[in-house]
């Protein structure tokens, strides 16, 4: 059984349509991975699967229970990290898991039990009496993730759960959520725009402008793009961008100030190529294709151009942390 | 069943934050204090009650409206927590809660009113430094009364606090509603003593009721009773009744709202 359906989801915000016919499903025990530039609809989607807010149209079931018609089902099903934190800061680690438990109707007994498992898990239990506002950035998501994972849910939705962790803590989470699949029997969604991240997946989905651009395992992903990718520095861009073109019939790509040719056998490649271009050529390099390089094919521009964008992701994840 | 957990637990976190914050009880013990004292023997130095009978202090006739004030204040301010939740992103977790939303209300409506008696109890434990007596049955009305008072102000904060996005434009609105509701309430001056148009409006604010309420409980024995007292203890009930039907029913569709 699939324990996420997506038919055909849609969100407009008066003329903001934020998610647009999207349809996908995740089989038990996989790491779902959704992966866009800021603004692209992520956040909207995972809200809208957690009923938090409600779809334009379309529908999902999560464990067999509808989004829109059986919402207190689906929220006991599953286990949530917004992008934002929403943690009591001013409770204590423990009372903020078990205010929580308390909601999700875990029983006294199990409940004790259960935070001290999930507060181990994370690297937490010597903290658990410590106030909230306290903890690091680091601290908090994992205590998030903790108290996700608090009432045993199915799948465990994580938006952005790395977004302004220095990468150390990055790699931590990063530990945690493989060493989580083999523990419990859990379903992962998640959401990032590092694409780096996003190779953790078993299978990812690429979202921009508010719809899947293309849906599969990282390999398959990259053996799109179909050869390594060389990035040229030159003197005269518009010429040797179609000099190349013309002479060894291969497709070329501005990005930035750069040009980017994609070949198969790039390393035996480089050296016909800085013989050909001589005097004109500043730098080349040569790297194997990255989710980075399947965005820039599938969507005509990187993921990271929108950094200005990524800065007010932060913030607004930064606000919530005050 | 499980809509009785969620209660307590939206109670009992509201109850631990205000237990937290050493600054807030500290607030909370003075204010009373001071508007007793202050307002109190301030007014009543420069009042004279001209129709009240000889020996009957305008101190006397404040106490019922100072605890009412201190409560509506208390109360309907307490739900300013809806939007720092909101703000700093609890009330999400809260929202996707499996649990409804209207026991959230609730919980939260309690929270409120928990602080707001605690705060009133403090008022009433001074009743004989002002040379009023209570003996335990009154005490025990009291404290329904003010109850139900307080309940009905919390909602009436929540209906407001959960459209509101900034604090600022809480106070705003608070400001605006809260001292009419105050001032009109006959808490500061009796009703038979003000021109017809205002007594009309004075009739309007349920809260005028809620002061009759626990002035026809205070008063009961003493001679100043009819000077002091407006309506009927059955009328100032079922209003007060109503208003907490109404305002707890208004905070539960607005929460239901939040997105
Ligand atoms: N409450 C809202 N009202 C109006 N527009 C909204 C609302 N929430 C989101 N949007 C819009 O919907 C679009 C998708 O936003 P969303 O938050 O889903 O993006 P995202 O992929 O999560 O981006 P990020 O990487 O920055 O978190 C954006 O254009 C955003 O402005
Ligand atoms: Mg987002």
Redesign the interface.
Known sequence: MNIIEVNHLHKKYKAITAVEDVSLVVGQKEIFGFLGPNGAGKSTTIKML?????PTAGTALIGGFDIVKQ???V??TIG?V?Q????????TAS?NLF??G????VGRQTLSRRMGEVLEMVDLGDRKNDLVKTFSGGMKRRLEIARGLLHYPGVLFLDEPTVGLDPQTRNRIWTFIHQLRQRENITIFMTTHYMDEAEHCDRIAIIDHGRIVTLDTPENLKKMVGGDIITLSVTDRERVKSHIIEKFGLPVKESGQHLQVEVPGGETFIPTLAVDLGERLRSISMHRPTLDDVFLKLTGKAIREESAGAWSGMRVHMR?R? | MRALKAIYTIWLRDVIRFYREKTRIVGMLGQPLLYLLIVGTGLSASFRMSFAPQGFSYLEFMYPGIIGMTVLFTSVFSAISIVWDREFGFLKEVLVAPVPRWSVAIGKALGGSTIAMLQASILLLLAPVIGIKLGPLMILKMVGMLFLIAFSLTSLGITIASRMETMEGFQMIMNFLIMPLFFLSGAMFPMNSVPPWMATLMKLDPLTYGVDALRNIVFAGSPAREFLIQFSMGTDLAVVAAMSVVFITAGTLAFNKIE
């Open positions: 957690a009923t938090l807010v409600s919402p207190n089902q929220r006991q949530l917004f934002e934190t929403t943690l009591d800061e001013r409770l009372e205010f929580h308390m909601l999700y109707n919530g005050r």
